[in-house]
């Protein structure tokens, strides 16, 4: 009698049995206590919690900038953190974009060679990084500011060149700290928008929030709180 064959499923990020502790002292802080959940290409996915829930300690940890003190994260079945910290660094330039919550943009560079500085350590010719840097410009509705400085733009044009710098080199996965925290509610709409336009272009996006109202512009929505997560 044959026997039917089971297909092993594969998800993008698998977190198991995940925590992190923080020394204060002699007092021990447990940022994320357990974590278990999974996250599969092509998401959109919200992570919401409040202020010191553990929610961007987690999006620190899946973007393989902060070692957990136990459990694995695994993405695309590879383990982050048995890689070597060059390693790391090589695969969250291949696989992930980083919008992080207070932009990060270098005050006296201007937003065109902000958004190259992904591609600094790419060997991609300085042609081409232009080439690229005014596509993505243009993608998020800024090709007129390239020769801006940062201070010269309002927040909400801030937000789309850090959206800009974190997709330049079209990584897969896109992760978002508080994408929409500092901006009014126009302005945040209009970048939600943006970001569901990259995800029905292909991208895995992964956003951190406080925002209820932003979870809505996402598939699904996983709750953290007191360093634990919840699945909705």
């Known amino acids: 009698m044959a026997t039917a064959t089971v297909e092993k499923v594969e998800h993008l990020f ?16 447990q940022a994320i206590r357990t974590m278990d ?13 409040q202020s010191g829930s553990g929610k961007s300690t987690l999006l620190s940890i899946m973007g393989g900038l902060n070692h957990p003190s ?13 890689l070597s910290s060059e390693q790391r660094a090589d695969f969250r330039s291949e696989y992930i974009g980083i919008i992080f919550q207070s932009f990060q943009l270098i005050s006296y560079l201007t937003v065109l060679e902000n958004i190259k500085m992904p ?55 896109l992760l978002a700290d508080e994408p929409t925290g500092n901006l009014d509610s126009e302005t945040s709409e209009e970048i ?11 991208q895995t996006i992964i956003m951190v929030t406080h925002n209820p109202d932003s979870c809505r512009y996402s598939g699904r929505t996983i709750e953290v709180k007191d360093g634990n997560c919840f699945l909705q």
């Open 119 to 173: 591609m600094a350590i790419t060997g991609i010719p300085a042609k081409k990084q232009d080439e690229m840097a005014r596509s993505v410009l243009e993608k998020v509705g800024l090709v007129d500011k390239a020769d801006r400085l940062p201070d010269q733009l309002s927040g909400g044009e801030q937000e789309r060149v850090a959206i800009a710098r974190a997709i330049v080199n079209n990584p897969p996965i």
């Open 14 to 29: 698998e977190v198991r049995n995940l925590g992190k502790d923080y020394q204060s002292g002699d007092t021990t802080v």
């Open 37 to 49: 959940f999974h996250i599969d290409d092509g998401e959109f996915v919200s992570i919401m919690g």
């Open 192 to 202: 939600m928008k943006l970001l569901m336009e990259l995800n029905r272009e292909g």
């Open 70 to 82: 136990r459990g694995q994260m695994l993405v695309d079945s590879l383990d982050l953190y048995e």
